[in-house]
């Protein structure tokens, strides 16, 4: 066993979020932010976990990482029948390293290590904000189950990283697509919707038009609550009111496949772009995820004739709710916005590649 090291691009949801959930399509994009994970052996025994994004460190055994992916496993069937926002919580709980111990707990049983694998020490180093919609989580799973898959030897199969990841993803978010984990694998911009045997199906998209280049990126704060909470939360919004949540997710769908014809045409038509992407913003304000002082944010950038939306989640009580997708057909004028300076810009370019080995 040699040191092995992995990095995985961020992921931004261009449009579909929560939709995706539910079977409909969302476009998604790789940015050039990237999380990276090294896995080295090391004397004595147990694991060594480096996290420096959260201020964590420690040395925990084997087993003890093994049995906290079991138990976090079990209460997550639990959550899966029954699944409230208060249940969500007992599946979360306050690990720092909550995300990290299950993707090595995962990929270890996969490997039937059911008692864990060699002495470690791994270390994540990130420029993904936590809970700004950049996919911080999917981003550490995939780096995590794909780093320690290639430390024991194991084929690359993407496949394989991919529904492992998926699985730590629902210990983090509840009820997740897997279009986070699709994203940063594969890179570029994908088209991702949910299979009706409850696996993804995806497909790049070949974004032609100026539309990637011209959006901005503001960061409006991390929301109060995980992205879980939220995915909870708008679940039991849709089991109360099934028809109009059907209506909505009708609305969301077409601007979706919209998006996508303009992404993939050769020019570009900025009032349609704007349409679409304000269109967007609309649905996720009557789904309740977006707080009031960033739907004014929104309505700001509206009367300067441009466009705002939620990337990601979003938030139930805010005032933050992450990232924020602004467009304007004169890109350059978003930043003369004297509103707009208080929220700090998140310069990234859409589109970036997405899993690779590193030199160790």
Do not use: N
Not at 204 to 220: E, N, Q
């Amino acid at each position: 066993m040699g040191t092995v090291a992995v990095s995985v691009p961020g992921k931004l949801i261009l449009i579909g979020e929560h939709a995706a959930v539910y079977g409909r399509p969302a476009l998604v994009a790789a940015v050039d932010r990237r999380l990276g994970a090294r896995l080295a052996p090391r004397p004595g025994g147990g694991v060594q976990l480096d996290l420096p994004q959260v201020g964590h460190r420690e040395e925990v055994p084997w087993q003890e990482v093994m049995d906290y992916a079991r138990l976090v496993r079990e209460r997550w069937e639990r959550y899966a029948e029954d699944s409230g926002a208060a249940a969500f919580q007992a599946v979360r709980g306050g690990d720092p390293a909550h995300v990290v111990k299950v993707a090595l707990g995962e990929a270890a049983a996969a490997l039937g290590e059911s008692a864990g694998g060699p002495p470690l020490h791994l270390r994540v180093d990130s420029q993904l904000p936590i809970g700004s919609g950049f996919g911080s989580s999917a981003a550490t799973a995939v780096a995590v189950v794909a780093g320690y898959l290639a430390f024991r030897g194991a084929p690359d199969e993407p496949d394989t990283v991919r529904r492992l990841a998926l699985e730590v993803e629902r210990r983090q978010h509840g009820m997740p697509s897997g279009v986070d984990g699709a994203t940063v694998l594969a890179g570029g911009v994908l088209w991702a919707c949910r299979a009706a045997g409850g696996g993804l199906e995806s497909e790049p998209v070949a974004a032609r038009s100026p539309l990637l280049a011209a959006l901005r990126v503001y960061d409006t704060g991390a929301p109060p609550e995980p992205t879980g909470a939220v995915v909870a939360a708008v679940r039991e919004r849709w089991i109360g009111e099934p028809a109009r949540f059907a209506r909505l997710l009708d609305a969301v769908e077409a601007a979706t496949r919209a998006l996508r014809a303009e992404l993939e045409r050769e020019g570009e038509d900025p009032q349609a772009a704007v349409a679409l992407l304000r269109e967007a913003e609309a649905r996720l304000e009557e789904l309740g995820v977006v707080p009031p002082a960033v739907a004014e944010l929104a309505r700001r950038v509206e009367a300067q004739g441009g466009a705002a939306k939620v990337s990601g989640a979003g938030s139930l009580a805010g005032p933050a709710a992450g990232s924020l997708l602004v467009y304007h057909p004169e890109p350059a004028r978003v930043a003369t916005w004297p509103f707009l300076r208080r929220l700090p810009l998140l310069p990234v370019a859409l589109g970036a590649a997405g899993f690779r080995r590193e030199a160790a």
